[in-house]
């Protein structure tokens, strides 16, 4: 069982920064990549951003492009999201997902990851 552990969520005022981190644990798995996704209530969960786990390559929805940054420590199979500049359009629950296999694309849909944290709550006053 591959289990994805969250923190790093709280409450910022609007202009401040937070950071997640997203650590993988349990059975050996291929993770091809990791991403977050948020869902704010009463929306659909929706996609933040990606990272390819074997080159670091890194995708984001246009909302957050600028603002936030994904990045991955390797060696611990852990993916961190650094968020700049936070808006109060930006509170939600912050998903951590990883990905075990292709196609090199989709990485803003949900389906194609197999793996889910149980999430985190971002809260941006105004």
């Known amino acids: 069982q591959v289990q994805l552990v969250e923190s790093g969520g709280g409450l910022v005022q609007a202009g401040g920064s937070l950071r997640l981190s997203c650590a993988a644990s349990?059975?050996?798995?291929?993770?091809?990549?990791m991403g977050w996704f948020r869902q704010a209530p009463g929306r659909e969960r929706e996609f933040v951003a990606a990272?390819?786990?074997?080159?670091?390559?890194?995708y984001y929805a246009d909302s957050v492009k600028g603002r936030f940054t994904i990045s991955r420590d390797y060696a611990k199979n852990t993916v961190y999201l650094q968020m700049n500049s936070l808006k109060p359009e930006d509170t939600a629950v912050y998903y951590c997902?990883?990905?075990?296999?292709?196609?090199?694309?989709?990485?803003?849909?949900?389906?194609?990851?197999?793996?889910w944290g149980q999430g985190t709550q971002v809260t941006v006053s105004s």
């Open positions: 997902a990883a990905r075990t296999t292709g196609p090199s694309s989709g990485w803003g849909n949900p389906s194609l990851y197999g793996y």
């Open positions: 990272v390819r786990w074997s080159d670091g390559y890194t």
């Open positions: 349990g059975r050996t798995f291929r993770n091809y990549g």
